[in-house]
């Protein structure tokens, strides 16, 4: 066949062995040892042109720009048209991306704010967003092990923050050594966080020494957290009067929302509703405290002797019975 196609007359014949020659070819090459060329992966080029993956990587740039320039830290990044946890459904490899949808579901204190709604309702939402920012948060903690890169220094930090509102102490205490190994927070930071988890493992005293060091050490623009941690745990070691004067101290001075609301962050709701029975207290909103030291002694989580206390702050509260027998 192959020399009759190169004896005949091309101007006669061609259209005819032309056709016979590609249905030849075609009938031969469909046997069962034939197989298609393997497809060669897309070059970078090609991804280039990809706008999922250029939406990740400008994503990527945004959230490691800003936190280079410790603007933004822990709290929402703007310039954003989608809600972080869009992006790190869709980005799901890339670290920067995930911790920063961790943080905006841990730092959002408004949508679970415990004098605002159902707290039943309220305590399962802050678990299932808990739950989530730590699945996200380790996610990127695996894939920065994946790449062999170093992870993203807050990564850690707020993997730990994640394990505290879960009310997990102890694996949050170990992951916040790990940040502190890692030499990921500064210190001060590091200690008023330990401070809040050695209160919560009723390790009193060392929560104390902590809490006073993450005073000292910490910035004057962050100083103000640290005072309302310092007061929770001289509260919670029974130095309520020297608490409450401190609480009212923060709350002269401007903005002291902010503050008390990124206390109320890292904490789990039941103590949440302790930290702003206690500030309403301070500030004789009395029955504001009545209504949330009710509410916390109502929960299951506390110990016995954290409610023994707020059983205390309610006493206080409560009006003394009249004078019996005249003046």
Same mark, same amino acid.
């Given at each position: 066949m192959a020399s009759a196609c190169r004896a005949a007359p091309v101007r006669v014949l061609f259209p005819f062995v032309l $056709?016979?020659?590609?249905?030849?070819? *075609?009938?031969?090459?469909?046997?069962?040892?034939?197989?298609?060329?393997?497809?060669?992966?897309?070059?970078?080029?090609?991804?280039?042109?990809?706008? $999922?993956?250029?939406?990740?990587?400008? *994503?990527?740039?945004?959230?490691?720009s800003v936190q280079a320039n410790a603007v933004g830290r822990g709290q929402s990044l703007p310039g954003a048209d989608e809600s972080w946890s869009k992006h790190a459904v869709r980005c799901p490899n890339v670290p920067a991306v995930l911790l920063q949808a961790a943080q905006d579901e841990l730092s959002d204190t408004a949508a679970l704010d415990p004098e605002s709604g159902e707290l039943e309702a309220m305590f399962e939402a802050h678990r299932e967003r808990t739950a989530r920012a730590l699945r996200w948060l380790e996610a990127g903690l695996a894939e920065a092990e994946r790449r062999a890169t170093f992870a993203h220094p807050q990564l850690r930090y707020y993997r730990a923050y994640a394990l505290v509102g879960l009310g997990r102490y102890d694996a949050a205490a170990s992951a916040l050594a790990e940040a502190d190994r890692a030499g990921d927070i500064e210190r001060w930071r590091s200690d008023r966080m330990f401070a809040l988890i050695e209160v919560l493992r009723d390790d009193l005293d060392r929560a104390l020494w902590l809490a006073h060091r993450g005073?000292?050490?910490?910035?004057?623009?962050?100083?103000?957290?640290?005072?309302?941690?310092?007061?929770?745990v001289l509260d919670r070691v029974g130095a309520s009067d020297e608490a409450l004067e401190e609480l009212r101290r923060l709350r002269r001075e401007s903005g002291h929302t902010g503050p008390r609301r990124a206390v109320e962050s890292v904490l789990p709701m039941h103590e949440r509703i302790y930290l702003r029975a206690l500030d309403h207290q301070a500030s004789g909103e009395k029955s504001n405290a009545i209504r949330l030291w009710n509410a916390y002694l109502a929960r299951p989580e506390p110990t016995e002797p954290d409610k023994e206390l707020a059983r205390r702050h309610l006493g206080e509260l409560e009006p003394l019975p009249p004078r019996v027998g005249g003046p």
């Amino acid at each position: 066949m192959a020399s009759a196609c190169r004896a005949a007359p091309v101007r006669v014949l061609f259209p005819f062995v032309l $056709s016979v020659c590609i249905a030849l070819a *075609l009938t031969l090459g469909a046997g069962p040892k034939w197989t298609p060329a393997p497809v060669p992966p897309p070059t970078a080029w090609a991804k280039a042109g990809a706008r $999922s993956w250029t939406l990740c990587e400008d *994503l990527e740039r945004k959230v490691m720009s800003v936190q280079a320039n410790a603007v933004g830290r822990g709290q929402s990044l703007p310039g954003a048209d989608e809600s972080w946890s869009k992006h790190a459904v869709r980005c799901p490899n890339v670290p920067a991306v995930l911790l920063q949808a961790a943080q905006d579901e841990l730092s959002d204190t408004a949508a679970l704010d415990p004098e605002s709604g159902e707290l039943e309702a309220m305590f399962e939402a802050h678990r299932e967003r808990t739950a989530r920012a730590l699945r996200w948060l380790e996610a990127g903690l695996a894939e920065a092990e994946r790449r062999a890169t170093f992870a993203h220094p807050q990564l850690r930090y707020y993997r730990a923050y994640a394990l505290v509102g879960l009310g997990r102490y102890d694996a949050a205490a170990s992951a916040l050594a790990e940040a502190d190994r890692a030499g990921d927070i500064e210190r001060w930071r590091s200690d008023r966080m330990f401070a809040l988890i050695e209160v919560l493992r009723d390790d009193l005293d060392r929560a104390l020494w902590l809490a006073h060091r993450g005073v000292i050490d910490a910035p004057l623009q962050d100083r103000s957290i640290s005072r309302y941690i310092h007061a929770y745990v001289l509260d919670r070691v029974g130095a309520s009067d020297e608490a409450l004067e401190e609480l009212r101290r923060l709350r002269r001075e401007s903005g002291h929302t902010g503050p008390r609301r990124a206390v109320e962050s890292v904490l789990p709701m039941h103590e949440r509703i302790y930290l702003r029975a206690l500030d309403h207290q301070a500030s004789g909103e009395k029955s504001n405290a009545i209504r949330l030291w009710n509410a916390y002694l109502a929960r299951p989580e506390p110990t016995e002797p954290d409610k023994e206390l707020a059983r205390r702050h309610l006493g206080e509260l409560e009006p003394l019975p009249p004078r019996v027998g005249g003046p």
